[in-house]
Structures are given as structure tokens and as C-alpha cells.
């Protein structure tokens, strides 16, 4: 019985565009150290989101969500019959949100928060068995953040500004795979240590302009990715992902002094899950579709920052394979969650987002060697 999906083209719609918990963007995929004998990965994700609402003062909030664009590479190679090393590079987190209006008229007008990031990890995987293997290695992470808070929801702290640069950090990645070679099963747990990165901080504020650094821990998480062969060239496939934001406390020296010690980010822990079936339909092409649902929070109170609460999505995907190169591609619209904004102690709504969605389209080349 023959199972022809490979990996790469399986995961493709959930790895390799954005994610939707939090901050998250790649889902911290390390599945290249499962490919067959070596290879080398490019890939390229291009995302449009349409995130568009009113404010409590009946004032319209055009589209806040900036397209963005995803990078990402690859290199997996076995060392010996047990072993195997993979460099993977990712862009993990970011945001790109942009509030029209006037900040003296409208709640949120003027605000902005613009995030980058860039991980380089070195993996190793260990096969105990034919079943059983072990993979684990260090990740290094680099963020750039530059945030704004504006309009008549934050009182006299509208204006406020923080650029935060040159933050870098280093974690550990850990897990094990489960496997079955004959009906391509495999099971695979991985663990990402959260990283505290610190920045060169620049505030603006009613205090003036003051500099320091500031500490901010990205989020653990946990992925469990998984395929089965289900039929003739045919495999299921998914992932659940949990990642621990409520960890992520952003508190600048100037800003914490303002406020009393608060965070400017307040994003809660959240679990996503995708589940998809690839079918191999002759030796060069196979196809894939896929399903992801990511349940709404506690209450539909979020930050301004990421007006978002839950998800269901639907992707498709391709992948050709002439000689040693492998090309894939696909495309998903993601349905986002109503959510209203708040700012303030206790919490309170300041807008309302409704019929906010997300097209995503990703192509990958990758080459075996």
C-alpha cells in the first residue's frame, strides 16, 4: 500500500502561513527534520487581512490589519543511519496593525503596533528505533517592536510611543516522534521553550523621551503534529498547537511608572488545531485540503493590538515534483471571531470588529541532494 503525500506538502497550509494565535506566524514548525534523506526548503507566504469595525463613538474603523509577507527556509540532512541535523529559519511572531483616524476624535485613532521577527534553529534528531526518536537543539530569536497608543481611549496617555530594538534571546526546542513507517504514521510532540528578549527601549510620553531596556518573554508552546496513511496515496494529517501568551507581559520602564505597573499586551493562552487529507493523484502531483478552527476566548474583550477572537479556516494546496525539486503551493481564507477592543482597569470595550477574515497564499521550493 502506498502513502505518496510527503510531509512538506502536507503541512504546508498550517505551517508555513500565518498562524492566528496571538502573535504567532510560522506556528514554530520544525517538521523539515522529518523529511526523507536531504533536502532544502525555500518558502514564501503572502497575507491580506480585512479587520474593520466601529468604535463606541459610532466612528468607522477602516481595514487595521497590514498586508504582510512570510520568509522562511530550510536545511534537514542525515548525518548517519540514527541521526539527522536541520538549521531552520522562521519569522515566529509579528503584527502589523494600523488605526485610521484622528486620535483627539475617534477611541483608537492613531494606534499602531508593528512587530518582527526573525529564529534561527539548529535541531538534531536521534532514532532509538524504527518506532521511537527523540529530536531537540537551541533556538536563537531576534524582535523589533515599535508601538503606539492613541486616541481617546487612553486619556492623557495618548501619544505614548515605545521602539524597542535589537532584542534577542536564546531557547531550547525538545520532543518525540512516535512512527510506523508502513502506513506512514507518525506522531510528533514538540516543546518550545519561551525566550526573554531584551530591547534598547526608546519611550515617548508625557514624561518625555527616556531609554533603557526593557525584558519581554516570548510564549512556550506545544505542537503536536501527526499523519496516517488512511488509504492507497492517501494521508491524514493535522496539528494541535498551544501557546502559554498570557506569559508575554510588556511593561517599559516610563510605561509601567504611568500606569501603575500594567502591560501594554494582554493576550491569552490559546490552543488552535487544523486537520487536513492529502491525496497523491499520479508520481509527480499530489493535493491537499485542510480545515483549522481555533476556539474564541474566555469573552470577546481583547487588545487593541490584536482585535481577533478565534478563527475557522479553509485551505487547499498543490504540490509537483520533477527530478529532485519539489514545488508546493496553497491558498486559505480564515473567518476571524467578532471581538470588541478594550483598554482601561477594569477592562472596557472600545470598539467592535465583526466580519473580519484573512486570505493567506504560500509557495515553497525545496530540492533534494
Given at each position: 500500500m502506498k502513502y505518496g503525500m510527503t510531509t512538506a506538502a502536507a503541512f504546508m497550509l498550517t505551517t508555513s502561513m500565518a498562524g492566528a494565535i496571538g502573535l504567532d506566524r510560522s506556528n514554530q514548525d520544525i517538521t523539515a527534520i522529518f523529511e526523507t534523506g536531504n533536502y532544502a526548503e525555500l518558502s514564501f507566504g503572502y497575507v491580506t487581512p480585512n479587520l474593520t469595525g466601529t468604535d463606541v463613538?459610532?466612528?468607522?474603523?477602516?481595514?487595521?490589519?497590514?498586508?504582510?509577507?512570510?520568509?522562511?527556509?530550510?536545511?534537514?540532512?542525515?548525518?548517519?543511519?540514527?541521526?539527522?541535523?536541520?538549521?531552520?529559519?522562521d519569522r515566529p511572531f509579528g503584527?502589523?496593525?494600523?488605526?485610521?483616524?484622528?486620535p483627539a476624535t475617534t477611541m483608537l485613532g492613531g494606534t499602531e503596533a508593528i512587530l518582527s521577527s526573525t529564529a534561527f534553529t539548529a535541531l538534531g534528531r536521534?532514532?532509538?528505533n524504527e518506532?521511537?526518536?527523540?529530536?531537540?537543539?537551541?533556538?536563537?530569536?531576534?524582535?523589533?517592536?515599535?508601538?503606539?497608543?492613541?486616541?481617546l481611549s487612553y486619556g492623557p496617555l495618548s501619544g505614548y510611543n515605545?521602539?524597542?530594538?535589537?532584542?534577542?534571546?536564546?531557547?531550547?526546542?525538545?520532543?518525540?516522534?512516535?512512527?510506523?513507517?508502513a502506513i506512514a504514521l507518525r506522531v510528533a510532540l514538540t516543546y518550545n521553550s519561551g525566550i526573554t528578549n531584551s530591547f534598547d527601549t526608546t519611550e515617548t510620553s508625557p514624561l518625555g523621551v527616556t531609554t533603557g531596556t526593557t525584558d519581554v518573554e516570548s510564549p512556550e508552546a506545544w505542537n503536536l503534529d501527526f499523519q496516517t496513511g488512511i488509504a492507497a496515496n492517501t494521508l491524514l494529517f493535522g496539528q494541535i498547537r498551544h501557546a502559554a501568551y498570557s506569559q508575554t507581559i510588556l511593561t517599559p520602564t516610563t510605561f509601567g511608572t504611568l500606569t501603575g505597573g500594567a502591560s501594554i499586551t494582554d493576550i491569552e493562552d490559546a490552543t488552535s488545531y487544523?486537520?487536513?487529507?492529502?491525496?497523491?493523484?499520479?508520481?509527480?502531483?499530489?493535493?491537499?485540503?485542510?480545515?483549522?478552527?481555533?476556539?474564541e476566548g474566555s469573552d470577546d474583550l481583547v487588545s487593541p493590538l490584536s482585535p481577533t477572537n478565534g478563527l475557522i479556516s479553509l485551505g487547499i494546496g498543490g504540490q509537483y515534483t520533477m527530478d529532485n525539486l519539489v514545488f508546493?503551493?496553497?491558498?486559505?481564507?480564515?473567518?476571524?471571531?467578532?471581538?470588541?477592543p478594550e483598554t482601561g482597569t477594569?477592562?472596557?470595550?472600545?470598539?467592535?470588529?465583526?466580519?473580519?477574515?484573512?486570505?493567506?497564499?504560500?509557495?515553497?521550493?525545496?530540492?533534494?541532494?
Open positions: 463613538l459610532g466612528n468607522d474603523i477602516a481595514n487595521v490589519g497590514n498586508a504582510f509577507s512570510q520568509l522562511g527556509g530550510s536545511v534537514k540532512m542525515d548525518l548517519n543511519d540514527q541521526m539527522s541535523f536541520a538549521l531552520i529559519i503584527a502589523d496593525i494600523t488605526y485610521g483616524g484622528a536521534y532514532k532509538i518506532n521511537f526518536s527523540v529530536h531537540g537543539g537551541l533556538r536563537y530569536q531576534t524582535l523589533d517592536a515599535d508601538i503606539t497608543l492613541a486616541g515605545v521602539l524597542m530594538e535589537n532584542g534577542s534571546g536564546t531557547g531550547y526546542v525538545a520532543g518525540v516522534a512516535y512512527e510506523r513507517p487544523s486537520i487536513g487529507v492529502g491525496r497523491k493523484f499520479s508520481d509527480a502531483f499530489s493535493g491537499s485540503i485542510s480545515v483549522g478552527y481555533e476556539a508546493s503551493g496553497g491558498v486559505r481564507y480564515t473567518m476571524l471571531g467578532d471581538a470588541r477594569p477592562d472596557t470595550a472600545r470598539a467592535s470588529f465583526s466580519g473580519s477574515d484573512v486570505v493567506s497564499i504560500g509557495i515553497s521550493v525545496g530540492y533534494r541532494f
